[in-house]
């Protein structure tokens, strides 16, 4: 016997949407640690209502980070599919993830203080971002000793670099050029320690 997740009715997933977007607006402004109730009625749906959709705050703020990252991330990973310039498409990949980082860091933040955090919400970056390194490697733009899981580390370096600059910096755009050269084609044999698997953890972001 088949079992499928019935979608919401419409005026279900209004509310959902609402709650989303209340959460949003009342973290940014008044932080993460606000009542649920509050977030209640910024949305305009009852305190059951929030609870029912997400029983748990953890369950919210990580519903706003992916829809945020969602929303910043996917017109640009559907461009760089369509992108010739491979070289072209990994720098704006890894552009696109970093600055939705750094526009997004209360909620990154917020997500990583409880536990919300955690590499399978940007593996639908991490994926297509994958795939052009690889495409690069085959097109000899990229060099071969690259792996799928430098990808988030390479983003997790470059986000690492957002304390020691002033509050809306780009200065995080200098370190991106510097990696950008470092993945281009050896002219000898590699000298990269062997990679290490990568773990599904919970980053510390102290942004």
């Known amino acids: 016997m088949s079992t499928q997740i019935r979608p919401l009715r419409a005026d279900a997933a209004r509310n959902v949407q609402r709650i989303i977007d209340a959460a949003h607006a009342v973290f940014v402004r008044g932080g993460y640690d606000v009542p649920m109730d509050e977030i209640a009625a910024e949305a305009g749906v009852g305190i059951a209502t929030v609870y029912r959709r997400f029983p748990r705050r953890e369950d919210l703020v990580k519903s706003v980070l992916e829809q945020r990252l969602s929303a ?65 490697q085959l097109s000899g733009v990229v060099r071969a000793d690259l792996v799928a899981d430098d ?57």
């Open 72 to 136: 910043r991330l996917n017109p640009v990973l559907e461009a760089i599919r369509h992108e010739p310039d491979t070289r072209r498409a990994i720098r704006l990949a890894l552009e696109a993830g970093v600055s939705a980082a750094a526009e997004e860091r209360g909620t990154l933040a917020a997500a990583s203080n409880i536990g919300a955090m955690t590499l399978d919400v940007a593996q639908r970056f991490f994926e297509p971002a994958s795939q052009m390194i690889e495409r690069g």
């Open 151 to 207: 990808v988030p580390r390479i983003v997790l370096m470059l986000v690492g670099t957002f304390p020691s600059f002033e509050p809306g910096s780009d200065g995080w755009r200098r370190y991106l050029d510097l990696l950008m050269d470092a993945i281009a084609p050896l002219d000898g044999p590699s000298r990269l320690t062997p990679p290490q698997s990568l773990k599904n953890h919970t980053p510390p972001i102290d942004l």
